[in-house]
């Protein structure tokens, strides 16, 4: 998915699309493991992601309030960025892990 930045014209991410960066995200989990205090906003940040994706969430006010951290909460709501395509889906990708 691109974004025609001459006409600012935002395009919609596919059913496609979504479903490879919801797997993107699985893998940004599985390499955080299950105890890492280092890289806990994201994890937090990929699993409200996850559920926004899923659930087609368009608003940010559909983002969790239990969001501990600023960096989970960016994530997620580049999430809903994402739905409602204003960025591209491989910010995902280069999601940072330490």
């Not at 893998?27 to 899923?54: P, T, V």
């Not at 608003?59 to 591209?88: F, K, R």
Request: aromatic share 6%; net charge negative.
């Amino acid at each position: 998915m691109l974004v025609n930045m001459n006409s600012l014209e935002q395009i919609i991410p596919s059913e496609r699309e979504v479903a490879e960066i919801i797997a993107v995200l699985h893998s940004k989990i599985d390499l955080i493991g299950i105890c890492s205090c280092e890289n806990f906003a994201m994890l937090e940040g990929c699993q409200e992601a996850i559920k926004i994706l899923c659930g087609k969430k368009t608003s940010y006010n559909d983002i969790s309030d239990d969001l501990i951290t600023d960096n989970g909460w960016i994530i997620a709501v580049l999430a809903v960025d994402y739905l409602n395509g204003i960025c591209d889906g491989k910010i995902f990708k280069d999601l940072p892990i330490r």
